[in-house]
């Protein structure tokens, strides 16, 4: 018998043929990389539309309190705030130091803005007795803005939303740990309170949700006022909670924003900050600056975080720019240092590229 060795021309179209093969795999890869779905969420800080706020809108109109950062809110696909102020006229007043309402036409600014999700699990819900609680409600359910965090019983008050977004089922759950007198019971109205460190509660309002939905956030007013940094026991609550099936904790309650942690590729906002209001700035805590904090995710992780500096002004919130913008970027990027969290001057945090 005899052997034909292969000729140069059949060894170069072998070689060749094989690149070509590894190069429309790899195409293919990337493409079916790139054609997952992703969605863009939007979460901002304590929100609350009363008192001046609501006089500033009576005369210059709904949008006014946006600002510049409008067509930012109006781009995404979801997006949570707290709302920290009341929809009502009761004039029912509970005792205590600061009481938040504006009129429920009021909502319209939430509208306007693209509000998809708001949570009512705070301080301030229940400023004007079950009355203004009530109303509010009722004024949310009139529009197209779901609300998580207090209801008319214990069960309305833990029930998560769960929406879907460009093929991707997204689930919100909140909750505060201010205010325990004003916990929701099973006839009586109130808030979704949690005791931080409680993670048997929160393990069991997961488990009714996590198996159907892809993502889950949770929507928490949490601690002191004008705290730069979470304690220790936050921190550890905060990671009890991830490792018990959260993706996303979306933290607000200090007026000033916190570090962010990256925890085993879950997001962790401590705190957002405030992100429009009239109240008294701290001229060293600077309460007037935060962000609007840009989430991207595909079904299966969050692939980047996007931080918008804003400042608040005249009632109303802006894009920040110039020393503003310098000075909220180096704040974030400290405070986020400790927990190993990388943030480039654009605001940009990478998770899967």
């Not at 009129?103 to 699990?121: E, S, Y």
């Not at 936050?234 to 990256?262: L, N, P, Y």
């Not at 595909?298 to 503003?324: C, E, F, H, W, Y």
């Amino acid at each position: 018998m005899i052997r034909l060795l292969p000729t140069h021309s059949t060894i170069k179209i072998v070689i060749f043929m094989t690149i070509l093969s590894l190069v429309i795999i790899g195409k293919s890869m990337q493409n079916q990389k790139q054609s997952s779905p992703t969605i863009v969420i939007g979460l901002g800080g304590d929100t609350m539309l009363g008192r001046l706020v609501n006089d500033t809108i009576n005369t210059k109109g709904y949008k006014y309190p946006w600002g510049n950062l409008l067509p930012y809110l109006q781009k995404t696909d979801l997006t949570i705030l707290n709302l920290e102020n009341t929809f009502t006229k009761s004039t029912k007043k509970v005792s205590k130091t600061f009481n938040f309402k504006a009129d429920p036409d009021k909502v319209k600014t939430l509208q306007i803005a693209g509000i998809d999700v708001v949570n009512l699990a705070n301080n301030h819900i229940l400023d004007f007795d079950i009355e203004g609680l009530e109303e509010t409600i009722k004024t949310l359910d009139n529009t197209d803005i779901y609300h998580v965090g207090a209801g008319s019983n214990l069960e309305k008050a833990h029930k998560a939303v769960v929406l879907t977004k460009n093929d991707i089922i997204i689930g919100i759950i909140g909750y505060t740990d201010n205010e325990p007198g004003w916990a929701a019971g099973p006839n009586k109205p109130g808030i979704n309170y949690i005791h931080v460190g409680d993670i048997a509660t929160v393990k069991n309002d997961i488990a009714n949700i996590r198996n159907n939905v892809d993502l889950l956030i949770i929507s928490i007013h949490w601690g002191p006022n004008m705290r730069e940094k979470p304690s220790q026991q936050f921190i550890s609550f905060a990671h009890q909670m991830i490792d018990a099936g959260v993706d996303i904790i979306h933290g607000h309650s200090a007026h000033i924003f916190q570090g962010i942690e990256i925890y085993k590729n879950k997001l962790i906002l401590y705190d957002t900050g405030d992100f429009v209001d009239d109240y008294r700035v701290d001229p060293i805590l600077r309460n007037d600056r935060s962000f609007f904090y840009k989430v991207i995710i595909d079904k299966k992780s969050i692939r980047q975080i996007q931080l918008i500096p804003t400042l608040i002004s005249n009632m109303q919130v802006n894009l920040a720019s110039g020393k503003d913008y310098q000075e909220i970027i180096s704040r974030i990027q400290k405070l986020s240092a400790p927990f190993g969290t990388v943030i480039n001057n654009k605001g940009t945090i990478e998770l899967v590229k």
